[in-house]
C-alpha cells in the first residue's frame, strides 16, 4: 500500500544549539541523496536536504521521513530552491510551498525560502510555515558582496527565524564585510553570513568566530553546492571549526593562486599539535592592496606570502628582517599589537638548513638556477654563509643583474661543463609539469642537486641528477624549513618539524596522481634552453674569469674551514615575538601605509 506523508506524532524539536556544521545532501535520485545521507549520518548531525536537485522532490519525500525517523537526532533543513534564484527547481513558487510544507510534515526541522519567493507569498502563508517549523529566510548573490545592510534591511520585511545571507567575495576585504555584519546582526538575530568563491573561504571558517549561527560544508568532496565550499570533515580536521573562540588567533597563506598550497595543511597540523588556539587559512590575494586591508581588519596576526606578492609587499612593511632587505623579498608577515607590519624572509633559511645539515657552506661551490625570487633567497643565503656561488637563468640579463647585486658569478650554460659543483639549486618553476628539467643529465657535475620544485618527490631533474651520480635533496625540507621558521617567529614556540614535514609528504604522497605521474612514470627529460637575448646584455665580468675544470672538493676538508667560520644565523628567539622586536627597524624609503589608504582602496575597488 502507498503511504502518504503524514506529520510525525511527536514534531521533531531543535536543539537549543545548533552544530556548527550544515551539510549538504545532494543526490541524483531519492535513494542516491538518502545513501548519501547514511554516509555521513556516523558524522554529522546537521543536514540540508537539496530536494532543488531531484527531478521529482516530492517522490523523496517517504524516503526522507524514513530516515530522519530512523535517526532522531539528527537537524534536518529542507531546501528546493528554484532556477531563478540559483537553485535547480524549475516550477512555480505555489509547488515550491508544497514540497517545503511537505518535507517538514516528513520530519524537517527548517525550511530554507528565498528572498525571493518569500516576497511573492501571502503573510498566511509565511505564518502557516513558521507554525510548523522554523523558516530559515536566504539570499544569494552569485556575482558579488554588496550593501548587506540594504539586503539585510529588505530581509527584514518577513519575519524568520534565521537570516541567511550568502553573496560571492571578489575581494578578500568582502570577507571582511561579511564578518562585520555577522557581528553586528548576530547580537539581535540568529544570521548565518557565508562568502562564496576561493576568495570567500575564509568566511566560512571565520563567519563561525564573527556569529554565524552555523555555517554549511559539503557531505563529501565533489558533492559542494556552492563554488568555494568546503567538505565538512576538512573544517573539522584542517580548520578544528569545532574549537574556534573569539580568542582564535589567525594566520594564512597569502598568494594567487593559493588553492593548491600545501602550507594550511603543514601549518594547521603545528598548530594543533603545539596546543596553539589559531587557525591557518588560505587568502586568496588578488592585490597585495586587498591582502593588506583584509590583515589589518580581521586582524589576521601572520601570513605566508607567496607568489606573487613576495616582492610587492614590502612597500607596506614598517621594518624588515636582515634578508627581506637583502633579497628585497618577504615571505613572512607579522602584524604587531599596534597594526604595524613586519616583514621576514624565512626562504633563506629554508634554503641553507637541508644543505647545511649535510655539508658545511663555507666555500661550497654552488649553482643557482634561477633568478627569481628564490633564486635570490639561494643566492643571497649562500653568499653570506661563504660559498662561492654562480648563477645561470633563462634570461641571461636578469641572472647577470642579480650576479652584479649580489657580488656573485655568472655564467653562460655552455660554460657549466668546465665547472664541478658541490650542489646545483634549481630554483626555478621547470619540472612542476613533470616533464622538463633545467639541465641534462651530462650538465649535471655536482655532488647534490636541490630542486626548489617540491609538490614531487621525483622530478625530471632530480631523476637526471641521480643518473649523473649526484645525492638528491628534496624540494619539500626547504618547503618544511621555511615553515619551521615561520612557526618559530609568529608563536616563539619551537615547531614541530617532524610532524610538519610527515603532513607534506603524505599530501604529496595523495596528490601524486593528480600531480603528474612522475616517479613511476619517468617521461624522456626534456632540457629548457636559454633564452637568446633579446639586445646584447651588457658584458657582465664573471668573478671566474678564467673557469677551470675543477675537481670535487672534499666535504670533510671543507667542514673544518667552516668550523672556523661563524655564519650569521636567521634565528627567531624563543619567548620573545619577533613582531614587537624587528631586527631592523623601518626599512629606507618604505611607507607604512595608513589602514584603509584611499589609495590601496581604489586600487581594490578596480581588483573587484
Ligand atoms: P619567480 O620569482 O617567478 O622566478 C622564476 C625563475 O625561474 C626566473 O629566474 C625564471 O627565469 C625562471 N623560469 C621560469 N620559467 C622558466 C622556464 N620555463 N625555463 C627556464 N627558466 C624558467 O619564482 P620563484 O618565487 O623564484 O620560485 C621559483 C620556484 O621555486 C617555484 O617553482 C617555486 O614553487 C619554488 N619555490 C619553492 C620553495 C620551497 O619551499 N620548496 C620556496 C619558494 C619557491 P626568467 O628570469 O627567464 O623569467
Redesign the pocket.
Known amino acids: 500500500m502507498k503511504r502518504t506523508v503524514e506529520a510525525p506524532p511527536n514534531p521533531r524539536p531543535l536543539p537549543l544549539r545548533l552544530p556548527r556544521l550544515c551539510v549538504a545532501i545532494v543526490g541524483s535520485d531519492p535513494a542516491d541523496m538518502i545513501a548519501n545521507a547514511i554516509n555521513v549520518v556516523r558524522e554529522e548531525s546537521f543536514m540540508e536536504f537539496r530536494l532543488d536537485y531531484l527531478k521529482q522532490p516530492l517522490a523523496a519525500l517517504n524516503a526522507l521521513r524514513d530516515f530522519l525517523h530512523t535517526y532522531p537526532h539528527l537537524v534536518a533543513i529542507a531546501t528546493c530552491r528554484r532556477a531563478a534564484n540559483g537553485g535547480k527547481f524549475r516550477g512555480p513558487v505555489a509547488d515550491q510551498m508544497e514540497v517545503l510544507r511537505k518535507a517538514q510534515a516528513a520530519g524537517c526541522q527548517i525550511v530554507d525560502v528565498e528572498l525571493e519567493s518569500a516576497l511573492t507569498l501571502k503573510p498566511a502563508e509565511i505564518a502557516n510555515l513558521c507554525s510548523r517549523g522554523s523558516l530559515l529566510l536566504s539570499f544569494h548573490d552569485f556575482k558579488a558582496t554588496k550593501d548587506l545592510e540594504a539586503i539585510f534591511q529588505k530581509m527584514q520585511q518577513i519575519r524568520a527565524d534565521y537570516y541567511k545571507v550568502v553573496t560571492t567575495a571578489t575581494c578578500l576585504y568582502d570577507n571582511v564585510r561579511m564578518m562585520k555584519f555577522l557581528e553586528d546582526k548576530s547580537r539581535d538575530y540568529s544570521v548565518i553570513g557565508v562568502c562564496m568563491g576561493e576568495q570567500g573561504v575564509i568566511s566560512r571558517v571565520l563567519g563561525l568566530r564573527a556569529g554565524s549561527a552555523f555555517s554549511f560544508a559539503a557531505a563529501t568532496a565533489g558533492g559542494e553546492t556552492a563554488p568555494g565550499q568546503i567538505t565538512a570533515r576538512h573544517l573539522r580536521d584542517v580548520y578544528r571549526v569545532d574549537q574556534l573562540d573569539p580568542a582564535t588567533r589567525i594566520y594564512g597563506v597569502a598568494g594567487d593562486p593559493v588553492g593548491q598550497s600545501l602550507s594550511p595543511q603543514m601549518m594547521n597540523a603545528a598548530l594543533r599539535r603545539e596546543n596553539v588556539n589559531a587557525v591557518y587559512l588560505p587568502l586568496h590575494a588578488l592585490s597585495v592592496e586587498d591582502l593588506v586591508e583584509c590583515v589589518r581588519a580581521v586582524p589576521i596576526q601572520g601570513v605566508s606570502v607567496t ?1 606573487p606578492h ?1 616582492e610587492s609587499i614590502v612597500k607596506f612593511l614598517d621594518g624588515t628582517d636582515l634578508w627581506t632587505q637583502k633579497t628585497g623579498a618577504c615571505n613572512t608577515l607579522v602584524r604587531g599589537k599596534d597594526g604595524r607590519l613586519f616583514g621576514y624572509n624565512t ?1 633563506v633559511a ?1 634554503v641553507l638548513r637541508p644543505l647545511e645539515q649535510r655539508f658545511p657552506l663555507m666555500g661550497a661551490k654552488v649553482l643557482v638556477i ?6 635570490r633567497a639561494a643566492v643571497y643565503g649562500l653568499k653570506e654563509r661563504g660559498s662561492e656561488v654562480f648563477i645561470i ?3 641571461p640579463a ?1 641572472g647577470m643583474k642579480l650576479a652584479k647585486d649580489a657580488k656573485v658569478n655568472y655564467l653562460g650554460r655552455a660554460d657549466l661543463k668546465k665547472y664541478q659543483f658541490d650542489v646545483i639549486i634549481n ?4 619540472g ?1 609539469d613533470g616533464v ?1 628539467t ?1 639541465l641534462g643529465e651530462k650538465e649535471i657535475k655536482a655532488t647534490f642537486v636541490f630542486d ?3 609538490r614531487l618527490l621525483e622530478t625530471p631533474f632530480t631523476r637526471a641528477a641521480r643518473a649523473a651520480g649526484a645525492q638528491v635533496i628534496p ?2 625540507e ?2 618544511v624549513q ?1 615553515g619551521v621558521q615561520q612557526f618559530q617567529i609568529w608563536t616563539a614556540k619551537p615547531a614541530p618539524a617532524n610532524e610538519m614535514q610527515n603532513v607534506v609528504l603524505a599530501a604529496i604522497n595523495l596528490n601524486k596522481p593528480a600531480e603528474s605521474a612522475a616517479p613511476d612514470n619517468p617521461q624522456p627529460e626534456k632540457p ?1 634552453a636559454e ?1 637568446p637575448p633579446v639586445e646584447k646584455p651588457q658584458a657582465e665580468k664573471p668573478k671566474a674569469e678564467k673557469p677551470q675544470a675543477e675537481k670535487p672538493k672534499a666535504v670533510a676538508a671543507k667542514a673544518a674551514a667552516a668550523k672556523a667560520a661563524k655564519p650569521k644565523a636567521v634565528k627567531p628567539k624563543a619567548g620573545k615575538s619577533k613582531a614587537e622586536n624587528p631586527k631592523t627597524e623601518k626599512s629606507k624609503g618604505a611607507k607604512p601605509r595608513a589602514d584603509k589608504s584611499p589609495a590601496a582602496k581604489s586600487k581594490a575597488k578596480k581588483n573587484k
Do not use: E, I, L, S
Open positions: 607568489m613576495k626562504d629554508g634561477g633568478a627569481g625570487g628564490a633564486a637563468n633563462r634570461t636578469k630554483a626555478t618553476p621547470v612542476m622538463q633545467p626548489m620544485v617540491y624540494g619539500y626547504m618547503f621555511q629548457v633564452k
